[in-house]
């Protein structure tokens, strides 16, 4: 899953995405040690403010990077 998430973000941010739990607030440091963690989404300097907010481009990007993940996992060959 790690994988495939990189890849969705990289095809569409043209990113390679650092693999990290140690920023913010992140509850992926506590059961990092104990099976694979993907905690991905957006950040900013209002999270979990009153008065959250995020730019529109920033959830624009987010929604093509879920929608090529979903797209990605379920190409896969399971067998």
Same mark, same amino acid.
């Given at each position: =899953?790690?994988?495939?998430?990189?890849?969705?973000?990289?095809?569409? !941010?043209?990113?390679? *995405?650092?693999? #990290?739990? #140690?920023?913010?607030? #992140?509850?992926?440091?506590?059961?990092?040690? &104990?099976? *694979?963690?993907?905690? /991905?989404?957006?950040?900013?300097?209002? =999270?979990? =403010?009153?008065?959250?907010?995020?730019?529109?481009?920033?959830?624009? !990007?987010?929604?093509?990077? &879920?929608?090529? /993940?979903?797209?990605?996992? /379920?190409?896969?060959?399971? #067998?």
């Amino acid at each position: =899953m790690i994988e495939t998430l990189g890849g969705s973000i990289k095809a569409v !941010t043209g990113r390679k *995405p650092a693999l #990290s739990t #140690s920023g913010g607030t #992140s509850d992926a440091r506590f059961i990092k040690d &104990y099976c *694979p963690v993907v905690e /991905f989404g957006l950040v900013g300097k209002t =999270m979990h =403010m009153v008065d959250e907010r995020v730019a529109i481009a920033d959830l624009e !990007t987010l929604t093509q990077i &879920y929608l090529r /993940f979903v797209e990605d996992w /379920f190409a896969q060959d399971i #067998s």
